[in-house]
C-alpha cells in the first residue's frame, strides 16, 4: 500500500510542567505534525509513505526532512523563504504553536497525488 500525507508538519518540543525553583528537566524535541505521524505509523507497518507539505528554509525544516528519511518515509517538502518551518511547544498542559510556512500551502505545493491512500489533515485547511 501506498500512503501521501498530506498536512501541516512541525517541530515538537515537549517538557515537563515547570515548577518553583526548578530550572532542569527533561525535554523532548522531535518531528510532529499529522501528516508526519500518519507517514510514519504507516512505514512502521510496511507501507510506502511520503508527507506533503510546506516547511522553511531552516535548520528545523532540515530536521523534518532527516527523520522521515530515518523512518523509511519520503519527504517531498515545499520550501518557503520567508516563514520559518511551524513550530508546536507544550509545557505541561500548556501549548504554544506557531505555524509557520504551514499556513502559506498551496494547491500548488501538492503536485501530483498518486497513491493508495491520500489523508489530508484538516489542520491544513
Do not use: W
Amino acid at each position: 500500500m501506498d500512503l501521501v500525507a498530506v498536512g501541516e508538519v512541525m517541530v515538537d518540543v515537549i517538557a515537563p510542567p515547570a515548577e518553583p525553583g526548578r530550572n532542569h528537566a527533561p525535554i523532548a524535541l522531535r518531528a510532529g505534525g499529522s501528516a508526519i505521524n500518519a507517514a510514519q505509523a504507516a512505514a512502521a507497518l510496511g507501507a510506502k509513505a511520503t508527507v506533503v507539505a510546506r516547511v522553511g528554509a531552516d535548520p528545523a525544516g532540515a530536521l523534518l526532512r532527516a527523520t522521515l528519511l530515518d523512518s523509511g518515509v519520503k519527504a517531498r517538502f515545499a520550501v518557503d523563504g520567508k516563514l520559518p518551518t511551524g513550530c508546536f511547544v507544550q509545557v505541561g498542559e500548556r501549548i504554544v504553536a506557531d505555524r509557520g510556512a504551514n499556513s502559506a500551502f498551496a494547491v500548488a505545493d501538492l503536485g501530483v497525488l498518486e497513491a493508495d491512500v491520500v489523508l489530508v489533515s484538516g489542520y491544513l485547511l
